[in-house]
């Protein structure tokens, strides 16, 4: 590992324990590990993952104008996301990164698979999805700090507080729109998204699985 990378976590809370309540599995040391080799990926697909987040915010805020508590967080999150893919842009900019064209994982592609297509059951997997993408994303950089060096480190810490607050207002508002239980719904994503995590993927991707 390079000498100028942090070899232990700064003081900060660790998220982990509250984002395990929801995620099945850690981040597999071999994930960590190629990061370390692949700084230019890492960061273009982390630019895409924030613009994707605005993206789907937006989507719902137009598709489900009638929910006042989802137009509310959602619009203060999609500001956020977009708010981190500029400050991704300036860190790729200072390095002479050439943010470029990258292909999807198929990491949020399985994920929506999944959805039921009748509503309210739409609205509510959309969400949960939502909220394991968004605890992924907490987890993982979270895990990436000891493994970049002292500045990208610092940007991930500084991410932490909104991406677990993200899947906290997601997984809130999955619970609010429907009177059924969630748990079973939340159970199938998490052993969904396990699975993605953990088999082997040829792309190295922010959310890809295991590499091959």
């Keep these: 590992m390079n000498t100028n990378l942090l070899t232990t976590k700064p003081n900060i809370v660790d998220p982990t324990p ?6 099945g599995v850690r981040t597999p040391e071999a994930w960590l590990e ?3 080799t692949e700084h230019t990926i890492l ?6 993952c924030e613009k ?13 104008i009638d929910r006042s508590e989802l137009l509310h967080k959602l619009s203060q999150l999609a500001r956020e996301e977009l708010l981190h893919f500029e400050q991704v842009l ?7 990164m050439t943010y470029t064209a990258l292909t999807a ?16 059951h739409r609205l509510v997997d959309t969400l949960i999805i939502g909220a394991f993408i968004e605890a992924r994303s907490c987890e993982r950089f979270y895990q990436l700090i000891p493994y970049v060096d002292t500045e990208l480190g610092k940007f991930y810490q500084y991410l ?13 508002l999955a619970k609010s729109y429907t009177k059924e239980p969630i748990d079973s719904r939340i159970q199938f994503f998490r052993n969904l998204e396990a ?4 088999t082997p993927d040829p792309q190295f991707r922010f959310h890809s699985g295991t590499p091959q």
Aim: no cysteine; aromatic share 8%.
């Design 52 to 64: 994707k987040a605005a993206s789907t915010a937006l989507n719902l805020l137009y598709r489900y």
């Design 160 to 172: 932490l507080k909104s991406e677990q607050r993200h899947f906290e207002d997601y997984l809130a």
């Design 34 to 36: 190629q990061a370390t």
């Design 43 to 48: 960061l273009i697909d982390h630019a895409n």
């Design 195 to 198: 699975e993605l995590i953990l």
């Design 18 to 23: 509250t984002l395990m309540t929801l995620l």
């Design 90 to 96: 300036h860190i790729m900019e200072q390095r002479h």
């Design 105 to 120: 994982s198929r990491y949020a592609g399985k994920l929506h698979q999944a959805i039921r297509p009748e509503e309210p």
